[in-house]
């Protein structure tokens, strides 16, 4: 079956990606050790923002910038959501989750009503209020979101997902107003302003991992250690290519990954 | 199952059919379909979206101090609405509100940035370490190597910078956005195996 030139490789290092996931899930389910996962002092901090954010009787803020359902950052984004939500609701925090992409925002608010459900926190939940659809367009959402936080006071903010040229206007506003600021993004453009401003950043794949890091199932912390196998995988890769292209030639290398 | 097992089941479909049209010449005219349909499906959320500010605003009227701005915002969206629908996008009238007012408010607040990166760079360039201080230096070399006056001041600024451009952050870029690309490819294979269903609205 014919296939796009460059999709080969791509597609069966995918492959043996999901299967490295599948062999260590049938180590972790028949009880086998899985390898020790080092936490990350972003995610820590998510717990000590929210903490707090309730000592001080302010709102936590979260937004998950401007990306769509089709963006892995969005997808991304919402486990952090899902653990802001239960941490608010546990504590009984004002919790304000804005979306700026209209169809993300049906998805944070099933989110967001479902953990304080499950908490029995439904009293809570304030359905006009904790999640809210605040405009489209960078401009107009980064005013609205930059508004939002000087109004409400927000003591907590959490910025996690696909931002662009408004990060600089909303992070600096919260480190303003004195806020534990935690933001995650992959956009590269966007992490010196992040880094900057924020307290905490989580930087690319740490970001991509703040999900499984944050659930305490074994099942999600396999994927992680998958994923540091490919790392490794790609880190041998680099090496050989550099030995290669240094001391002879590396374009069968080059080829083979084109395939 | 209503909630959880059937959009499952779809998702997958979706996005293995998606995946599968990227790759397979036979399959492709699949992608734009897929594209198309994501564009409708999204539509219908604007309304939603549409549903959602409104309550907020029209809450926020009883609120003295907040009636001025959610009046401006009520008669700005629902006036857009009704233009829109009279005159279509096309309109002059349509296009002459939408240009007197979106796109100079967006220029304003794009002017900000400029603000918020002095302050933001002013709070990372202090030298309260060993690293602060690293950066501060490099920030100097790549400031003056974009500039003129850079070459003017010494000869060796534009060659420093062009290597602090090149060679490190580069090299640190590239494997940030390596890292990126293989979380993003954990992501997708996290939801293709049911580990990662939050994107389903949450709950155990």
């Known amino acids: 079956m014919p296939i796009f030139e460059g999709q080969l490789i791509t597609m069966i290092a995918q492959l043996i990606l999901a299967?490295?996931?599948?062999?260590?899930?049938?180590?972790?389910?028949?009880?086998?050790r899985l390898p020790k996962i080092r936490r990350l002092a972003g995610l820590d901090a998510i717990d000590e923002a929210i903490g707090r954010a309730t000592e001080m009787g302010r709102p936590t803020?979260?937004?998950?910038g401007s990306g769509g359902l089709n963006s892995a950052q969005t997808i991304a984004s919402f486990s952090v959501l899902e653990y802001a939500a239960r941490s608010c609701a546990r504590y009984d925090t004002q919790l304000i989750a804005v979306s700026y992409v209209a169809s993300v925002y049906p998805v944070m608010e099933a989110i967001v009503r479902t953990s304080y459900l499950e908490l029995g926190k439904g009293d809570s939940y304030d359905p006009v209020n904790t999640v809210r659809f605040i405009a489209s367009g960078w401009g107009a959402s980064a005013s609205a979101l930059q508004g939002t936080m000087r109004r409400e006071r927000v003591a907590a903010c959490l910025f996690m997902g696909s931002y662009y040229a408004e990060t600089t206007m909303i992070t600096e506003v919260g480190a303003?107003?004195?806020?534990?600021?935690?933001a995650g993004t992959a956009n590269t453009a966007q992490l010196p302003f992040m880094i900057s401003s924020c307290d905490y950043t989580l930087i690319g794949e740490e970001f991509?991992?703040?999900g499984a890091y944050l659930s305490k199932d074994d099942v999600q912390k396999v994927n992680l250690v998958a994923l540091d196998y490919a790392k490794a995988i790609t880190v041998i890769v680099i090496i050989i290519g550099a030995l290669l292209a240094t001391f002879g030639d590396a374009s069968h290398l080059k080829n083979f990954l084109n395939y | 199952m209503y909630r959880r097992t059937i959009p499952f089941i779809i998702s997958i479909v979706i996005g293995l059919s998606y995946i599968l049209s990227g790759a397979l010449p036979e399959i492709s005219a699949w992608k734009n379909l897929l594209d198309k349909w994501f564009q409708i499906s999204t539509a219908f959320a604007v309304l939603i979206g549409a549903i959602s500010l409104s309550m907020v605003h029209f809450r926020n009227l009883r609120r003295p101090e907040r009636l001025i701005y959610s009046t401006t915002l009520i008669i700005a969206l629902y006036g857009t609405v009704v233009l829109g629908l009279i005159q279509t996008s096309k309109g002059e009238l349509y296009q002459t509100w939408y240009n007197m007012t979106i796109v100079p408010l967006e220029a304003a607040i794009l002017s900000q940035i400029a603000f918020y990166i002095t302050t933001a760079a002013f709070r990372v360039l202090r030298m309260r370490s060993l690293e602060a201080s690293l950066m501060l230096i490099a920030a100097v070399f790549v400031m003056f190597y974009n500039v003129p006056v850079g070459a003017a001041v010494w000869q060796g600024i534009p060659v420093i910078g062009k290597w602090l451009m090149d060679i490190p952050n580069t090299a640190a870029m590239r494997a940030i956005t390596m890292g990126a690309a293989l979380g993003a490819s954990a992501t997708a294979i996290r939801v293709f195996l049911g580990l990662e269903r939050s994107y389903l609205g949450g709950g155990e």
């Open chain 1, 61 to 64: 803020i979260f937004g998950n």
């Open chain 1, 208 to 210: 991509y991992a703040a």
């Open chain 1, 19 to 32: 299967a490295t996931i599948f062999a260590l899930l049938r180590r972790s389910r028949s009880g086998e």
């Open chain 1, 176 to 182: 303003n107003l004195g806020a534990i600021q935690v």
